[in-house]
Protein backbone atom coordinates (compact mmCIF):
# COMPACT_ATOMS: atom_id res chain seq x y z
CA UNK A 1 0.00 0.00 0.00
CA UNK A 2 1.34 3.64 -0.83
CA UNK A 3 1.02 5.98 1.59
CA UNK A 4 0.75 9.17 -0.14
CA UNK A 5 1.81 12.48 1.84
CA UNK A 6 0.34 15.50 0.47
CA UNK A 7 2.20 18.89 0.77
CA UNK A 8 1.98 22.22 -0.38
CA UNK A 9 -0.67 25.26 -0.39
CA UNK A 10 -3.56 23.51 -2.01
CA UNK A 11 -5.05 26.75 -3.26
CA UNK A 12 -4.81 25.23 -7.28
CA UNK A 13 -8.36 24.15 -7.40
CA UNK A 14 -9.24 27.68 -5.22
CA UNK A 15 -7.55 29.66 -7.88
CA UNK A 16 -8.75 27.38 -11.21
CA UNK A 17 -12.39 28.14 -9.85
CA UNK A 18 -11.72 32.28 -9.12
CA UNK A 19 -10.07 33.11 -12.37
CA UNK A 20 -13.44 31.07 -14.15
CA UNK A 21 -15.81 32.77 -11.89
CA UNK A 22 -14.02 36.25 -12.84
CA UNK A 23 -13.89 35.26 -16.14
CA UNK A 24 -17.68 34.79 -16.33
CA UNK A 25 -18.40 38.08 -14.95
CA UNK A 26 -15.83 40.20 -17.08
CA UNK A 27 -17.45 38.57 -20.19
CA UNK A 28 -21.28 39.47 -18.69
CA UNK A 29 -19.90 43.14 -18.61
CA UNK A 30 -18.06 42.90 -21.63
CA UNK A 31 -21.73 41.58 -23.37
CA UNK A 32 -23.79 44.04 -21.23
CA UNK A 33 -21.57 47.30 -22.91
CA UNK A 34 -21.47 45.66 -26.00
CA UNK A 35 -25.05 45.74 -25.97
CA UNK A 36 -25.20 49.22 -24.58
CA UNK A 37 -22.95 50.56 -27.90
CA UNK A 38 -25.09 49.06 -30.45
CA UNK A 39 -28.31 50.73 -28.85
CA UNK A 40 -27.59 53.82 -27.03
CA UNK A 41 -26.34 56.82 -28.96
CA UNK A 42 -22.95 57.75 -28.68
CA UNK A 43 -22.87 60.98 -26.63
CA UNK A 44 -21.85 62.47 -24.02
CA UNK A 45 -25.46 62.42 -22.48
CA UNK A 46 -26.10 58.78 -23.44
CA UNK A 47 -22.99 57.77 -21.19
CA UNK A 48 -23.68 60.01 -18.08
CA UNK A 49 -27.23 58.83 -18.21
CA UNK A 50 -26.22 54.96 -18.95
CA UNK A 51 -23.44 54.88 -15.96
CA UNK A 52 -25.46 57.05 -13.76
CA UNK A 53 -27.43 54.12 -12.91
CA UNK A 54 -26.83 52.88 -9.98
CA UNK A 55 -26.86 49.36 -11.07
CA UNK A 56 -24.08 49.84 -14.10
CA UNK A 57 -21.78 50.94 -11.49
CA UNK A 58 -22.16 48.13 -9.23
CA UNK A 59 -21.52 46.12 -12.12
CA UNK A 60 -18.63 48.10 -13.53
CA UNK A 61 -17.55 48.30 -10.29
CA UNK A 62 -17.59 44.72 -9.67
CA UNK A 63 -15.64 43.98 -12.94
CA UNK A 64 -12.90 45.96 -12.06
CA UNK A 65 -12.77 44.16 -8.53
CA UNK A 66 -13.15 40.80 -11.13
CA UNK A 67 -10.15 42.00 -13.36
CA UNK A 68 -8.13 42.51 -10.28
CA UNK A 69 -8.71 39.49 -8.58
CA UNK A 70 -7.79 37.67 -11.98
CA UNK A 71 -4.43 39.85 -12.24
CA UNK A 72 -3.11 38.59 -8.60
CA UNK A 73 -3.73 35.00 -9.40
CA UNK A 74 -2.05 35.54 -12.76
CA UNK A 75 0.85 37.57 -11.35
CA UNK A 76 1.26 35.62 -7.99
CA UNK A 77 1.75 32.07 -10.30
CA UNK A 78 4.26 34.23 -12.38
CA UNK A 79 6.30 35.37 -9.36
CA UNK A 80 6.03 31.62 -7.49
CA UNK A 81 7.14 29.95 -10.66
CA UNK A 82 9.82 32.36 -11.82
CA UNK A 83 11.21 34.02 -9.25
CA UNK A 84 13.31 31.91 -7.09
CA UNK A 85 14.94 34.41 -4.69
CA UNK A 86 12.48 34.35 -1.72
CA UNK A 87 13.27 37.97 -0.63
CA UNK A 88 12.65 39.11 -3.85
CA UNK A 89 9.31 37.27 -4.47
CA UNK A 90 7.72 38.48 -1.49
CA UNK A 91 8.89 42.07 -2.35
CA UNK A 92 7.30 41.38 -5.34
CA UNK A 93 3.78 40.11 -3.69
CA UNK A 94 3.89 42.81 -1.65
CA UNK A 95 4.51 45.37 -4.33
CA UNK A 96 2.15 43.73 -6.21
CA UNK A 97 -0.81 43.88 -3.32
CA UNK A 98 -0.08 47.09 -2.53
CA UNK A 99 -0.72 48.24 -6.48
CA UNK A 100 -3.83 46.24 -7.17
CA UNK A 101 -5.50 47.93 -3.77
CA UNK A 102 -4.36 51.24 -4.79
CA UNK A 103 -5.91 50.48 -8.47
CA UNK A 104 -9.29 49.45 -6.38
CA UNK A 105 -9.08 52.31 -4.64
CA UNK A 106 -8.87 54.65 -7.38
CA UNK A 107 -11.15 52.85 -9.28
CA UNK A 108 -13.81 53.33 -6.31
CA UNK A 109 -13.18 57.58 -6.48
CA UNK A 110 -13.94 57.03 -10.58
CA UNK A 111 -16.73 54.78 -10.51
CA UNK A 112 -18.75 56.62 -7.79
CA UNK A 113 -17.54 60.00 -8.28
CA UNK A 114 -16.19 60.50 -4.94
Keep these: MVNRIVVGAHYGLRDWILQRATAVIMMIYTVALA ?14 AFFGHVWV ?27 KP ?19 IYSVKVVWGL
Design 35 to 48: VFLLTVPSSYDGWK
Design 57 to 83: QVLTQTTILAVLMHVWVGIRDVWMDYI
Design 86 to 104: VGLRLGLHVFTLVWLVSCF
